[in-house]
Nanobody, 126 residues
Framework: QVQVAESGGGLVQAGGSLRLSCTAS????????MGWFRQAPGKAREFVAA????????IYADSVKGRFTISRDNAKNTMSLQMDHLKPDDTAVYYC???????????????????WGQGTQVTVSS
């Protein structure tokens, strides 16, 4: 059983930066694809970014491309999302996801991801 846990959310002003981290337990977790989804109040959950077990390729939602960077350290079973130039529209609960079979060639639906964290709140003030 793989457990996924996020950390690093918080409150930041527009234009600022935050870094989210995610750890995935389990021996095989370092080979899993991992990613992020987010859900803003009153909106559907949406794909943000994903990365394969081998670091490449990575894929981003158009809304965050050029501002967010996803990376991972397999030696530590951790994955990070560096979020720069944050906007109020980025305010949401961010969920870390992991899956052994997810294909990272396009933004993917929620059903592609088997393991989910509890979520961490990111709030961007204007």
């Amino acid at each position: 059983q793989v457990q996924v846990a996020e950390s690093g959310g918080g409150l930041v002003q527009a234009g600022g930066s935050l870094r989210l981290s995610c750890t995935a337990s389990g021996r095989a977790a370092s080979s899993y694809a991992m990613g992020w989804f987010r859900q803003a109040p009153g909106k559907a959950r949406e794909f943000v970014a994903a990365i394969t077990g081998s670091d490449e390729p990575t894929i981003y939602a158009d809304s965050v491309k050029g501002r967010f960077t996803i990376s991972r350290d397999n030696a530590k079973n951790t994955m990070s999302l560096q979020m720069d130039h944050l906007k109020p529209d980025d305010t949401a609960v961010y969920y870390c996801v992991a899956d052994p079979d997810a294909v990272v060639i396009r933004p993917s639906p929620q059903n592609d991801w088997r393991y989910w964290g509890q979520g961490t709140q990111v709030t961007v003030s204007s």
